[in-house]
């Protein structure tokens, strides 16, 4: 029985039932079989308690204010120097450095050659991870994520585990500091593999799924954020104006494109009992329940009557997120959603407390550095995939005045 959810409140509750299973990557297992989001219960709880370890407030600081603007800056270098670029390019190596620090995997970001192979291979994994939107040949594409994982277990993965171990050697035997240590997932995972009973397989699975997931939706929303600001600009065009100066405001262009354009545009669960949802809606055991994301990000009741209408405006209900339920929520909801999206905003919250989020410290990095649209050539979805997604985004960085 398929059952599918749309409205705000339904979807808000599946998210939280402890009794609905995570059912959505099962085609994906190539990736996903055995990471953090594929578990359910206990073992994603113990799991999820390890991780979150690293994922504090305090930690996406440093990464924001030390880490973020260097990764920028040298992978957007070379094509503000070009003068010209990919949009989904710059978004998605842009993001795969930084996804690749937190996972773990040492890369120079400045090396343009060893930054096109992992990305090669992290754009194989996203692949492998939502196969069930491909429209290609599914074994064809397995075959290819397969190789792609075995490329990269030689040339990344080994070098990195080797390089934490030894770390974590010195730390045993006193040569080194706990704050000497890697602050990133793969750390993390080998400190804490034997407790939790992770064999080699699992960890490798854990680290290609972080690279895929921070990599793959941090640059979809980059690119679909930097696209609704053009858009946007060109009937106002002192909101774009803003942008380019305003990193505060760039952040609430971020959060409505999230909620218009969430990184899955579904969810997928399955009951482990019967489950009755507060109105009485009955969702039974083994069900196929499908939350629509696009639909309750856009239900009229939440966000008024222009919910379908792009607004970075827009004023949404308290205790209502401005990104709607992009993040998702409950137990699965997004470890890296601060990361991503920064805090919510609250006008009375000092400056040097804001996090503003990887994707709208990009998008303002793009801005700044005279980054639009390339007249000339306009963007190409990807036919390949039925999510939204952009094949090529041609933009073009020039002086102010210049467009």
Not at 159 to 186: Q, Y
Request: with cysteine; net charge negative.
């Amino acid at each position: 029985m398929r059952i599918e959810l749309s409205k705000w409140l339904h979807v808000k509750e599946a998210f939280r039932s402890k009794h609905l299973r995570q059912a959505g990557y099962t085609e994906g297992a190539i990736v996903m079989e055995g990471t953090l989001l594929d578990l359910h219960g206990v073992e994603h709880r113990e799991r999820r308690r390890l991780e979150n370890r690293l994922f504090r407030r305090e930690i996406f600081s440093y990464w924001e204010h030390e880490i973020l603007g260097k990764t920028i800056d040298a992978t957007m270098k070379p094509f503000v120097e070009k003068g010209a670029g990919d949009l989904a390019q710059i978004g998605y190596r842009c993001a795969m450095n930084l996804t690749a620090t937190i996972a773990g995997i040492d890369q120079d970001p400045r090396n343009e050659e060893q930054t096109e192979l992992l990305y090669s291979k992290v754009k194989k994994f996203s692949e492998g991870a939502t196969i069930m939107h491909s429209t290609r040949d599914k074994d064809e594409v397995r075959a290819e994520v397969k190789a792609a994982m075995d490329s990269f277990h030689k040339d990344f993965f080994l070098p990195s585990k080797t390089r934490r171990e030894e770390l974590l050697s010195d730390l045993k035997n006193g040569k080194i500091a706990e704050d000497e240590l890697p602050r990133d997932v793969f750390t993390t995972l080998l400190r804490n593999a034997e407790t939790l009973d992770l064999d080699d397989d699992v960890v490798f699975r854990e680290i290609c799924f972080y690279l895929q997931a921070g990599a793959h939706s941090t640059a979809n929303a980059f690119t679909h954020t930097v696209d609704d600001l053009f858009s946007w600009g060109e009937q106002n065009p002192a909101d774009l104006d803003l942008a380019r100066d305003d990193l505060a405001f760039v952040q609430r262009c971020m959060h409505e494109s999230l909620r218009l354009s969430p990184a899955s545009p579904v969810a997928l669960r399955t009951p482990l009992e019967d489950v009755e949802l507060s109105d009485g809606t009955l969702l039974p055991r083994g069900a196929h329940v499908v939350l629509n994301l696009i639909e309750a990000n856009r239900d009229p009741e939440i966000f008024g009557n222009t919910s379908t209408v792009y607004d970075p405006h827009r004023d949404v209900p308290d205790g209502v997120a401005r990104w709607g339920m992009s993040f998702g929520a409950g137990s699965h909801a997004c470890v890296g959603a601060e990361l991503d999206g920064g805090l919510e905003i609250d006008e009375t919250r000092p400056t040097g407390d804001s996090l503003y989020g990887t994707v709208s410290v990009m998008v303002h990095a793009l801005l700044s550095a005279g980054g639009r649209k390339d007249r000339d050539n306009p963007p190409e979805l990807d036919m390949n995939s039925e999510r939204k997604h952009f094949a090529k985004y041609p933009v073009v960085f020039t002086s102010e005045g210049d467009d």
